[in-house]
């Protein structure tokens, strides 16, 4: 049988995860974040009322009592669960908001469960992008030899408003779009020059969430 190989080369982007949150707690987005009650959430609606399906009403082997419960159990395609009703019901773990345990919160998005690191009216996250692409196909005497896959995985930032569910990348674009809600915000930050905006975008962004509160039950 005729095989054809593949050969992937991985680019790991620079700055990565761990540098972006550096950053962000230089400016002052590491402070404590408000305690979401551990269980799944499956939508929205969950979230804003801090009320998710607790891990009792989940059928499942797995011990709760394990710190990646909540991880582990969201890499199975399908959760079952009991209804405050006492019925059974069923979820598509790919369908759901996200999950909190220990009190953070975790939000799916790419396929992926990402810790929430600033819980406000606009909450911040760090999730990775993969990307491939082939290369210059490279002469090979074997004919079945295929060109070089460049997989790269990339870290961004993003921004998710818990108000309205939507999910955007926190860059230049993304704080003006956050900002353009407070005229004030936004002409003090169209003031700065473009280094200073870099700097200065986190602490924009905790100025908006002092103004405008989430309104969660804590």
């Known amino acids: 049988m005729n095989r054809v190989f593949h050969l992937f080369l991985i680019i790991f982007s620079i700055p990565a995860s761990a540098l972006l949150a550096q950053k962000?707690?230089?400016?002052?987005?590491?402070?404590?974040?408000?305690?979401?009650?551990?269980?799944?959430?499956?939508?929205?609606?969950?979230?804003?009322?801090?009320?998710?399906?607790?891990?009792?009403w989940i059928e499942t082997d797995m011990d709760p009592e394990d710190r990646n419960f909540y991880k582990n159990i969201t890499r199975t395609d399908l959760l079952v669960f009991y209804d405050d009703n006492g019925v059974r019901s069923y979820l598509n773990t790919g369908s759901i908001?996200?999950?909190?345990?220990?009190?953070?919160?975790?939000?799916?998005?790419?396929?992926?469960?990402?810790?929430?690191?600033?819980?406000?009216?606009?909450?911040?996250?760090?999730?990775?992008?993969?990307?491939?692409?082939?290369?210059?196909?490279?002469?090979?005497?074997?004919?079945?030899?295929?060109?070089?896959?460049?997989?790269?995985?990339?870290?961004?930032e993003y921004l998710v408003d818990i108000e309205e569910n939507k999910v955007w990348e926190f860059d230049m674009e993304g704080i003006e779009r956050v900002l353009k809600n407070d005229p004030q915000l936004l002409s003090e930050f169209e003031n700065l020059k473009k280094r200073e905006k870099e700097k200065m975008k986190y602490t924009f962004l905790l100025r908006y969430n002092q103004k405008y509160p989430l309104d969660i039950h804590f």
């Open 97 to 156: 908001w996200g999950y909190a345990s220990r009190g953070d919160l975790y939000i799916n998005v790419g396929g992926g469960f990402h810790k929430i690191d600033f819980v406000g009216r606009i909450s911040h996250f760090i999730a990775s992008k993969t990307t491939y692409a082939p290369m210059k196909y490279l002469d090979h005497p074997d004919i079945w030899y295929s060109p070089l896959y460049v997989l790269t995985l990339k870290y961004r």
């Open 24 to 56: 962000a707690e230089k400016f002052h987005l590491d402070q404590p974040s408000p305690e979401f009650r551990d269980g799944l959430y499956a939508n929205i609606e969950m979230v804003k009322n801090n009320n998710p399906i607790p891990a009792g």
